[in-house]
């Protein structure tokens, strides 16, 4: 009797346990699939309506990837699994980076619009080909008081940004000039590269000081 009972505690135990790793099993699979499901469905999204609801998207990725962590007994199901989320996480990260790199166009795209005004031409090349006597003038007011009502906000790398397109202005317009540039109008661009020349200067300055700064803190 007692050997019996024993041989049937012994079954219940091994039975219990079979029963404890199929669930783990199932339990993975599940976690693996949701992961996969929820990067698929971000990787759908338009980079517009992704970028505009991020933050949200970011933190329900961690949320579904810390519960896809595979840790099965079966080493085959294992490394199965482990495949799955390792592709869904190379996946997600390049759709993310093409994120930020499509972001990053636009962003300098509508920094560009700012300083040019309404004729710039975001398919153009730097030869910026689209200036013409006729609207030079208006380009070098559009961007020199842009910059003077903004000078307090922009970042040492959008001063940079500003002196690379502000010397391709200059360049275009020594093509301008042979093109029947008038006086009038090479005098009152001249009164404005020289009060673009010092607000530059000073403005560059104080930007990478104060980001200087802000590292040592």
Not at 20 to 37: G, H
Not at 63 to 72: E, G, I, R, W, Y
Not at 140 to 167: G, H
Request: proline share 1%; aromatic share 10%; with cysteine.
């Amino acid at each position: 009797m007692t050997t019996l009972k024993l041989t049937i505690g012994i079954c219940s135990l091994a039975l219990l346990f079979t029963s404890c790793k199929d669930e783990k099993t199932a339990m993975a699979k599940e976690n693996v699939k949701e992961y996969t499901n929820y990067v698929d469905s971000v990787s759908n999204l338009e980079y517009a309506e992704a970028y505009s609801n991020w933050e949200n998207i970011e933190n329900q990725y961690n949320n579904h990837k810390s519960m896809a962590t595979v840790n099965v007994d079966d080493p085959k199901e294992n490394e199965n699994l482990q495949e799955n989320v390792d592709e869904a996480t190379l996946k997600y990260e390049s759709y993310k980076a093409e994120l930020l790199a499509e972001k990053e166009k636009e962003d300098k795209t509508n920094f560009r619009k700012s300083l040019f005004g309404s004729n710039y031409d975001a398919s153009a090349d730097m030869s910026f080909g689209w200036i013409n006597k006729d609207n030079i003038l208006n380009v070098y007011e559009t961007f020199v008081n842009t910059v003077e009502a903004n000078k307090d906000s922009y970042t040492r790398e959008q001063w940079d940004e500003i002196k690379m397109l502000y010397e391709a202005i200059d360049t275009r317009k020594n093509t301008v000039e042979n093109e029947g540039l008038s006086g009038e109008d090479n005098r009152k661009i001249a009164a404005l590269k020289l009060k673009f020349a010092p607000m530059y200067t000073v403005n560059r300055m104080g930007a990478k000081s104060e980001e200087n700064a802000e590292a040592k803190e």
